[in-house]
């Protein structure tokens, strides 16, 4: 069965998860297609994705068969191999999505549990439902999180808050959730919301749109000297290029700028 689908549409990749009848949990056969979804996202010319589970809940995290699994092979050989990058294959699944170029926005309804949500966390936005639940799960199964959530978390939440979430496995409301940073913002329909946003972020220039991304990931991760070149090597490579130069004419001449 498939696991994963793409659309695009006006310069936009719809990414859904179509595992709905088991709430899109993660197996081996989930896992890789969602790295595939991402890396065949990458390649496109989209200008931005949205990521978002059919069905009741957006991503219920590792299925029980995969739980029962890990007793049968070597978590050394599993999860020391860097199949991807800096990353294993199950780190993958979030860190996929983070290294792609164009802005990812993942509407999350239901739940976003373990693995879930740091499929989540691999997003540059996420658009949670009010009702929607949420949790740093491992713990529940004496594990750790370790499919990226680590390198993201930090990120969002305050050191408290983050080892709360860690140390509990407690689920959050999308409320409290928002409150904390886990998520962006809620929305009645988070798929219809994040559609629009995404159209946003679609009608801008797209080069910029991509050096965006690339400055915001190097300001997270470096040092102040760095960020300060990138900014300059970024801009410079920005300036007075045909793509600049249409988002000026559009906005004097009162239009919507148009892209190649």
Not at 233 to 246: N, S
């Amino acid at each position: 069965m498939a696991r994963v689908s793409i659309e695009y549409k006006d310069h936009i990749a719809h990414v859904t998860l179509t595992r709905g009848d088991k709430m899109n949990a993660l197996d081996s056969e989930m896992v890789k297609a969602i790295i595939a979804a991402g890396q065949e996202v990458a390649a496109s010319d989209a200008r931005a994705v949205v990521l978002s589970g059919e069905g009741k809940s957006f991503c219920a995290g590792l299925d029980l068969m995969s739980f029962a699994q890990m007793g049968q092979v070597d978590p050394q050989d599993w999860l020391m191999t860097r199949s991807h990058h800096d990353a294993n294959e199950m780190q993958e699944v979030a860190m996929v999505w983070r290294r792609l170029p164009m802005p990812v926005i993942a509407a999350i309804q239901g739940v976003a549990y373990g693995g879930g949500l740091q499929l989540a966390l691999g997003a540059d936005i996420r658009i949670a439902a009010p009702d929607a639940r949420l949790s740093v799960m491992e713990m529940k199964w004496g594990i750790v999180p370790d499919m990226g959530a680590m390198a993201l978390l930090p990120r969002l939440l305050r050191s408290d808050v983050l080892r709360r979430l860690t140390y509990t496995a407690e689920v959050v409301q999308a409320e409290q959730a928002l409150n904390w940073g886990l998520v962006t913002e809620l929305a009645k329909d988070p798929l219809v919301r994040a559609q629009d946003l995404a159209s946003q972020i679609a009608n801008q220039s797209p080069a910029a749109i991509r050096a965006a991304k690339r400055l915001i990931e190097q300001a997270e991760a470096e040092d102040r000297g760095s960020v300060l070149l990138a900014e300059s090597t970024e801009q410079v490579a920005l300036i007075g290029k045909p793509e600049q130069m249409e988002v000026i004419a559009a906005q004097m001449g009162g239009r919507k700028p148009v892209f190649k």
